[in-house]
């Protein structure tokens, strides 16, 4: 398992037998310093994609030390997931968020936007969860 290095004790705890060590602190470090509206501000798929680069390294990294079966990647990983695609072996993806379900005043999702209210929100709502 490769966590945030805040999460290491709490993971070893709950699951004594488990393998546990700490992902790049790039990767951390950079979704705790793009806080909405604060300095260094990053919209949030910008981030997910700044940090690719270095997820995808750092899973390369883990699968040559640990030589896994098969590997399991946050969906919120981009370039973990693709380095687990090119790794050849198996691979699954979990969104540890609820689902992307389309509902009365809740926006498209992947795309960041507010709930907006009115004509306008319930029109860009409607054509923005269209095919999805």
Known sequence: MRTGFSLIDQLRAAAPGLTVAAV???????IANHTPGGQ??????GDLLARGPWE??????????VRPDALLVDSNTYGAGVAAEASGLPWAQYMASVLP???RGIPPYGLGLAPKG???GRVRDAVGW???
Do not use: F
């Open 24 to 30: 790049d602190a790039r990767i951390t470090g950079s």
């Open 101 to 103: 379900l389309p509902g």
């Open 56 to 65: 995808a390294q750092d899973l390369t990294t883990a699968i040559a030390e």
């Open 40 to 45: 260094g501000h990053v919209d949030g798929t």
């Open 130 to 132: 269209t095919g999805r």
């Open 118 to 120: 009115g004509p306008l």
